[in-house]
């Protein structure tokens, strides 16, 4: 009788180990699925933050282009101007020239 609830006790003991070693088994292949999980999550949002700051980037980069060009029209027009302004006023200027040399 005795030695059959040792023979029960030792089955008992080798089922809970058994239950323990397979229950830590599955506690690290849970632990290593979040962790792939984690790292996935984590690859994803380093990706969609590059993607957020390429778009950034090239938005920044079409507004500077746009600015520049109007800033470029913007001088064409001023050198347009004072072109306009130069022919009006070099007769002005031969003129007085040469009446200050006649006249001084």
Known sequence: MVSEDIKEIKEAEKKAEEKIEKANEE????????????????EDAKKEVKKEIEETKKAKKEEAEEEAEKIREEAEEDISRIKEYSKDKVPEAVDFAVEKVTKG
């Open 27 to 42: 506690a690290e292949e849970k632990v290593k699925e979040a962790k792939e999980k984690a790292d996935k999550i984590i």
